[in-house]
């Protein structure tokens, strides 16, 4: 079975974000800059979203997991079955966290985001 088969039949497992091309992540840090955080340095957001052309999201191997559980992007994602799933099972479909809680890249923790990479097991 696909990871995608499993991600839309088990837990209410739903695909956020996929593929962001360059000019689309640039609108996003513009809004970023310009409305929701406005009074937020760019170092802020940067610890956030990775700059125009560095996303994992540019590469079409990751994506951004929710379910119907809790809002999208939302910490408490981790105290659901879903989450709960995916951390136990994923990587044997190549999927890991790419930023988990204290990654040497510095980026917040983000529960929702997987990258396939079989070279790069994090468990
Ligand atoms: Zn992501």
Known sequence: MLFSDIVFSHFGLTVLVAVVNFHNFSLII?????IAWA????ADILEV??????SEHHT?????????????????????????????HAHQFGFNLSFPQGNEFGYLYELWHWCFSERRPNR
């Open 30 to 34: 513009c809004r970023a800059l310009h």
């Open 39 to 42: 009074r937020s340095p760019i």
């Open 49 to 54: 979203l990775a700059p125009p052309g560095c």
């Open 60 to 88: 079409g191997r990751a994506v951004d997991i929710g379910s119907g559980e809790v809002g999208p992007l939302e910490a408490e994602f981790e105290l659901t079955p879903a989450f709960t799933w995916l951390h136990d």
